[in-house]
């Protein structure tokens, strides 16, 4: 079965950092496209960031680039987002999902989602 589960989200002053963790079982975590996504209330889903398989890049989301930066440790299944400098406009839930083709297109697979608030 497979399953994202992700953690570290908080409560945290503008200006600050978290670190969001995308744990991942079930699949073959090095073949897989993995990204961050987030809604905020009353908004839509948006991509924050994703790393590909098929070639190694990552990709940001004009809003973050420069402030978050993701990750993945292969032997830990584990997809991380860093987030500093947080804005009040990035409270959201953050979910992490899984695109089984490695190419940050389709998503198969979501997590359950984490909290991010960033308080000014």
């Known amino acids: 079965e497979v399953q994202l589960v992700e953690s570290g989200g908080g409560l945290v002053q503008a200006g600050g950092s978290l670190r969001l963790s995308c744990a991942a079982s079930g699949f073959t975590f090095s073949d897989y496209g993995i990204g961050w996504f987030r809604q905020a209330p009353g908004k839509e889903r948006e991509g924050v960031s994703c790393i590909s398989s098929s070639d190694g890049r990552t990709y940001y989301a004009d809003s973050v680039k420069g402030r978050f930066t993701i990750s993945s440790d292969n032997v830990k299944n584990t997809v991380y987002l860093q987030m500093n400098s947080l804005k009040p406009e990035d409270t959201a839930v953050y979910y992490c999902?899984?695109?089984?083709?490695?190419?940050?297109?389709?998503?198969?697979?979501w997590g359950q989602g984490t909290q991010v608030t960033v308080s000014s």
């Open positions: 999902a899984a695109d089984i083709d490695g190419f940050c297109l389709v998503w198969d697979y």
